[in-house]
Nanobody
Framework: QVQLVESGGGLVQPGGSLTLSCAASGRTLGDLYFGWFRQAPGKGREFVAA????????WYNTSAKDRFILSRTPIKTAVYLQMGNLKPEDTAVYYC???????????????????WGKGTLVTVSS
């Protein structure tokens, strides 16, 4: 089992920045892949970015590329999503996910070896 706890959400003005954290605990994390998803009000859950915990390789969706940076710190067993130049359309609940493959980390699936946090709310508004 892996437990994921997101933090860092809040209210930010358009053009501002915010860093989300996903603290992981439980089984060995070195072979896991982590992803961030978001769900805006009235919409489905959308993939944002993913990272290999071992290599640090990353993958971003189109809306996140060039504005968001995903990183991990093995010492603290956490992954961080740095978000810049935020727009009102970035308003959503952001979820952290862990899986055994990059595909799992990028997919809205709920298998036995896939783990989700409870989310943190980001509101971009003036």
């Amino acid at each position: 089992q892996v437990q994921l706890v997101e933090s860092g959400g809040g209210l930010v003005q358009p053009g501002g920045s915010l860093t989300l954290s996903c603290a992981a605990s439980g089984r060995t994390l070195g072979d896991l892949y982590f992803g961030w998803f978001r769900q805006a009000p009235g919409k489905g859950r959308e993939f944002v970015a993913a990272i290999s915990y071992t290599s640090g390789s990353t993958w971003y969706n189109t809306s996140a590329k060039d504005r968001f940076i995903l990183s991990r710190t093995p010492i603290k067993t956490a992954v961080y999503l740095q978000m810049g130049n935020l727009k009102p359309e970035d308003t959503a609940v952001y979820y952290c996910k862990a899986g055994m493959t990059f595909v799992q980390a990028m997919s809205e699936t709920y298998g036995a070896t896939e783990y989700w946090g409870k989310g943190t709310l980001v509101t971009v508004s003036s």
